[in-house]
């Protein structure tokens, strides 16, 4: 009796056991799920891709990396709407991969996708070593990475300077706030990040030098827990326009609850609370997309460090939330006018930092790799930055 | 408002999931099977929450459906440890895998759209006038409401009532509950299925009142600190009460120290939680020592009629 029982213990635990590997990968499959299923779509890509690897001229098959699901909302949704507007235009269907963590899954299935595409798109910042390492093995293969600096002579980079528009928000909030007081949720105490930041306040002071902006770090780019808890702390404090550069609009529905105005980052998040909502820094990848595949398609491809702004529209701002009056929205505009004509830089001295350092002297303007390296915070934010 | 004010608020708000996770948990566990499904059934309920909610746009039918749902995958998992006697551990953590992907994948078409409303709310306006409780509980959500109250009728059924002593029996010793005439199978399986839609509502209230939308991940892992919170609050509903609030302090302390200008950095504010778990775990492991731990006496082992072990 106790045997059999043992055995009939043993039997179910190992058919659970397969249950449950074929539910990971089943649901995997379809839904994206997390690691395991990275390696699903690509081997479908292989397939489809079939014999002729080598690019071919007319039709070049391409293939893109994301860090999260495109359903996100905010950034990976912005890059998959931005390839959906390449394969339209161009009458080519790419092949994606989501979910894919940043570590050696990624350069897994980096060059998995290099050995059947013309080019590898890597979506997020954490995907440069492994882009590299797989564009060394490969150089018929084109990649591009997102963010990053590195390259290589098959590998460029291509980024946004959305500090432009993280500017032109701070504006709109410098103009909302009745208590000259703003919140700022951080994801990482990292460089993008931190310009962002910067802009975000230097926009607030150009029309309300009164501005002081409180910032907290949450150490996640998704976790709506947590995005919440750190508005409600921030909203605790006192202040009353809230900008989160996070991946969740956790910020925007606090914001509500309280009555005070928030954005988001990434992509609109006005229908979340239209009541409530401000405007954020959104990603227009497509036109950039489409550019860069009818460039290797033409043979004309070269590996560029490329930064978009918003005279190119691959930075934009969001719509305007519904309680932000016509005489805020007509300053942003104009401050948006003088942007995209060059006459107004957002990081052009007089700046300095807050511990009271110059930074920027009258007149000088950083370039963009100063900017891109920023480690230190304006004037005007408060508390030090964390080491 | 104070300081303190503030953070009991934050307390609760960031609590009240945890505290229905562990309270179905805790029910699990009093009838001697281990839950380690939570994270999948938060998950699980929070998705299916969405899906009706924005289908049917009535939030009633969305908790019903929730319940429903997360009441269905609590009988898989009863019916795997309780007829099948398969290992818990197992079965408990295929549901934490499958309730995840199952999760991704039914939310599909639903993710990144808002949610209609979020939760009703309780306007208890003549409490204002009482300083700190009148900030508290003027204006909770009809969810934490529930769960508090939730927190009193637990703790009456397990320690008062006959049904209780039949619960902890059950948990304890099965083969005495027996012979004393108390169904094993049918209480478990039903405490199981119970559990499991508490928890499931605890997914439900974290997306109704954190995000209002879904994503996949949208818990991150909070599950598994109410699989910890049980254990924590040693399978006793008004100490999960507790020690839901007090983690819930703790995820927004790191923001309120940061904001008051401390220099500590705020990866080391993320370890606080950890740290001050392991900080009470040695001293209450320390003060009660000589005392039995509250682990029902059978938690884990399937109960089989006249089989010895």
């Known amino acids: 009796m106790k045997q059999r029982g043992q055995v009939f213990k043993l039997s179910f635990m190992l058919l659970f056991v397969l249950a449950i590997v074929l539910a990971g990968c089943g649901g995997n499959n379809n839904a994206g799920g997390n690691t395991g299923a990275s390696s699903e779509p690509t081997a479908a890509a292989g397939d489809s891709a079939g014999a002729s690897a080598q690019p071919s001229g007319d039709k070049p098959k391409v293939a893109f990396v994301y860090i999260g699901p495109p359903g996100d909302g905010g950034y990976t949704y912005q890059h998959d709407l931005g390839r959906k507007e390449m394969e339209e235009k161009l009458g080519i269907e790419a092949h994606i991969v989501e979910n894919v963590p940043e570590g050696p899954d990624a350069e897994r299935i980096i060059t998995e996708l290099a050995q059947s595409h013309d080019i590898v798109f890597t979506t997020s910042f954490g995907y440069m070593e492994q882009t590299l390492n797989v564009a060394k093995k490969f150089p018929n293969v084109k990649f591009d990475h997102a963010s990053g600096f590195k390259t290589a002579d098959n590998m460029g980079t291509y980024f946004g300077k959305n500090y432009q528009a993280s500017y032109l928000t701070g504006i709109a909030a410098g103009k909302m706030t009745k208590k000259n007081h703003l919140g700022y949720v951080g994801a990482f105490p990292i460089s993008e990040v931190i310009y962002n930041l910067n802009a975000f306040t230097l926009g607030a002071q150009s029309v309300n030098p009164d501005i002081k902006v409180d910032v907290v770090w949450t150490n996640t780019w998704y976790d709506p827990t947590t995005e919440r808890q750190a508005a409600i702390s921030l909203l605790d404090k006192g202040a009353d326009v809230l900008l989160a550069y996070q991946d969740s609009p956790a910020t925007i529905q606090a914001a509500k609850e309280r009555g005070a105005f928030a954005g988001g980052n990434d992509s609109d998040m006005k229908k979340f609370a239209p009541d409530n909502y401000l405007t954020n820094p959104v990603w227009n990848w497509g036109p950039y997309y489409t550019k860069t595949v009818q460039s290797v398609m033409d043979g004309t491809w070269k590996n560029e460090q490329y930064s978009g702004d918003m005279a190119d529209g691959m930075v934009d701002l969001a719509p305007f939330g519904n309680k932000v009056p016509e005489d805020v929205q007509k300053l942003v505009e104009d401050a948006k006018a003088k942007i995209i004509s060059g006459e107004l830089n957002v990081f052009t001295g007089p700046i300095s930092d807050n511990q009271g350092n110059e930074k920027v002297p009258a007149g000088k303007t950083l370039t963009l790799e100063e900017v891109l390296g920023m480690d230190w915070l304006v004037n005007g934010v408060i508390g030090p930055l964390p080491k | ?309």
Not at chain 2, 27 to 45: D, H, K, S, T, Y
Not at chain 2, 110 to 121: A, D, E, F, T, Y
Not at chain 2, 165 to 173: C, F, I, K, T
Request: one cysteine or more.
């Open chain 2, 1 to 309: 408002m104070d300081f303190v004010t503030q953070l009991l608020i934050a307390a609760i708000s960031a609590g009240t999931p945890l505290l229905l996770a562990t309270l179905g948990g805790i029910l699990n566990e009093r009838a001697g099977i281990i839950q380690l499904g939570a994270e999948g059934l938060m998950l699980m309920g929070a998705v299916t929450t969405c899906v009706v909610f924005l289908r049917t746009g009535n939030l009633g039918v969305a908790l019903l459906a929730t319940l429903g749902v997360t009441a269905l995958l609590g009988l898989i998992h009863a019916f795997l440890s309780i007829t099948l006697r398969a290992n818990q551990t197992m079965s408990g953590l295929a549901m934490t895998l499958f309730g995840s992907g199952l999760s991704a994948y039914l939310g599909k078409s639903i993710s990144g759209n808002p949610l209609p409303s979020s939760l009703p709310r309780l306007d208890l306006s003549f409490l204002k006038p009482i300083p700190v409780i009148g900030d508290i509980f003027g204006n909770l959500d009809v969810l934490t409401w529930f769960s508090i109250v939730l927190v009193v009728v637990l703790h009456l059924l397990i320690h008062r009532t006959s049904w209780g002593l039949h619960l902890r029996a059950v948990g304890d010793s099965p083969a005495t509950a027996d012979v004393m005439g108390v169904h094993v199978r049918l209480i478990r399986y039903g405490y199981v299925t119970v559990g499991a839609m508490l928890i499931g509502l605890g997914g439900a209230d974290m997306v109704l009142t954190v995000a209002p939308t879904w994503n996949e991940g949208l818990t991150g892992g909070r599950g598994w600190i109410a699989v910890g919170l049980v254990i924590f609050a040693r399978w006793n509903p008004v100490r999960a009460l507790l020690c839901a609030y007090f983690f819930g302090a703790l995820d927004s302390l790191g923001f309120r120290m940061q904001l008051l200008g401390s220099a500590i950095p705020p990866y080391f504010l993320k370890m606080i939680p950890y740290i001050v778990t392991i900080l009470v775990l040695m001293y209450l492991g320390y003060r009660n020592r000589n005392k039995p731990s509250g682990t029902p006496e059978s938690l884990g082992v399937p109960y089989v009629r006249e089989q010895r072990f």
